[in-house]
């Protein structure tokens, strides 16, 4: 596995952790249940870090030293291809010849590399975009910026070179072939997971005593990074609307902000508590710093609603984790969104990025006892078809296939 730009390592919800981070930390987990041994390269954010560390048996994080271990931005990184490639060379060299049978890239970045080291190695390089230029350009917030072209060329000359690309929906599949131009042939859909004995229902009063809200309050949550591509200021403006309506709900209201800055958002860390006093919803929102999953899940139980506003998402694991916690969603009818959210099921997505339209769908689920009790009960259902074991299963049949693939290939060639 190469996950430069982010190391599994990571707290997600904060810099650059996300979803991406949980992705390839669960997938590699559950490889290694299937008997496989997995080694994740990373670049190193520590000087303290060893140069490796062992994750769970089966699985090593390499921590790679390329550049400054702290201040290094995601845009600068693209200078550091080099040797951090050099060093994740390096690491086969001292093996046995066909030491690793397969290259598992994840993002744009760690594609450029994967791409060297398959042509040095003859082994089939298998990609995971997890988010595309092309795809957020389509549809930035109104005070974010576009991705550079640099990163679109790069996307592009990874997904021609890759020998299989695992899409997470079939909508991100029809991008890579309608954007990117990839083979068909050579796209597979492989869904994401979620960790069902982590995130499972539990007790909302229990949860709600935990995180210390009252037991019959009106929680509204937004899990994940702070910038304007997730857009959380829209859940604060959707409150903010919700209590224009109806001024008796504040008493009860709480908006639950959980998350860390994260790109863009790190110019302008205030800017989310300085929206709330502006709306004069600071008296009801919170604003929790990132944890770990146990107290995540505490969360997820608590609130009444959790809100996916995202301007595109490759899938949306957060919406995923609530869902197996019980919890209903209203998400952004953007990208795998569409895939984890059953609509008008297990929550409702909203077109586009209304105020209003976003506050009309957390009103009807929050508000309505008999609604969320229905969508509770079919988010767990929805949430149980998508666990990681399957995830794994369907990447290691890509793994084969592609191996299979590539072997027919250099046949062929050898032949002439």
């Known amino acids: 596995m190469i996950s430069l730009h982010t190391s599994p390592l990571d707290q997600p919800g904060t810099g ?31 000087s303290a870090l060893p ?8 699985v090593t994080v390499r921590n790679v030293a390329a550049g400054p271990y702290e201040g290094l931005a995601k845009n600068e990184l693209p200078a550091q291809l080099c040797t951090f490639a050099r060093a994740v060379l390096r690491a086969e060299a001292v093996r046995e010849p066909g030491y690793y049978d397969v290259i598992h890239s994840h993002y744009w970045l760690s594609g450029q590399v994967g791409l060297l080291a398959r042509d040095r190695w003859a082994v089939p390089l298998v990609h995971t975009m997890h988010t595309m230029a092309k795809v957020k350009n389509a549809s930035l917030a109104d005070d974010d910026v576009p991705e550079p072209p640099a990163r679109l060329l790069g996307e592009e000359q990874v997904v021609e070179a890759a020998d299989r690309l695992l899409a997470n929906t ?50 509204l949550a937004f899990v994940g990074r702070i910038q304007p591509l997730k857009a959380p200021d829209l859940l604060i403006r959707a409150a903010a609307r919700m209590l224009e309506r109806d001024p008796g709900l504040r008493e009860r209201l709480v908006v639950a902000i959980i998350g860390g800055p994260s790109g863009n958002g790190m110019e302008h860390p205030e800017a989310h508590a300085d929206l709330a006093r502006r709306l004069g919803v600071d008296d009801v929102t919170r604003f929790v710093k990132p944890m770990p999953r146990p107290g995540l899940a505490d969360w997820y139980r608590a609130a009444s609603v959790v809100c996916v506003p995202s301007y595109s998402e490759s899938f949306g694991l957060v919406a995923l984790e609530a869902q197996a916690c019980g919890t209903p969603v209203v998400a952004a009818a953007v990208g795998g969104l569409t895939t984890a959210v059953s609509d008008g099921v297990t929550g409702l997505l909203v077109p586009g990025h209304g105020v209003d339209e976003f506050a009309d769908a957390l009103g009807r689920i929050a508000t309505d006892p008999d609604t969320r009790e229905s969508m509770s009960k079919a988010a767990v259902e929805h949430a149980q078809a998508f666990g990681w074991e399957h995830t794994a299963e369907k990447t290691l049949a890509a793994y084969r296939t592609a191996a299979r693939t590539m072997a027919a290939e250099l046949a062929a060639e050898v032949a002439g």
């Open 16 to 46: 650059d952790a996300g979803g991406m981070n949980v992705y390839v930390v669960e997938l590699s987990k559950r490889l290694a249940g299937l008997g496989i041994a997995v080694d994740i390269f990373t670049r190193a954010t520590s």
């Open 51 to 58: 140069p490796k560390i062992e994750l769970v048996p089966g």
């Open 170 to 219: 079939g909508d991100e599949a029809n991008e890579l072939i309608d954007l990117y131009g990839a083979q068909p042939a050579k796209v597979e859909v492989v869904n994401p997971g979620v960790d069902l004995e982590m995130f499972s229902p539990g007790d909302q009063a229990t949860a709600r005593r935990t995180v210390g809200v009252r037991e019959d309050a009106v929680v």
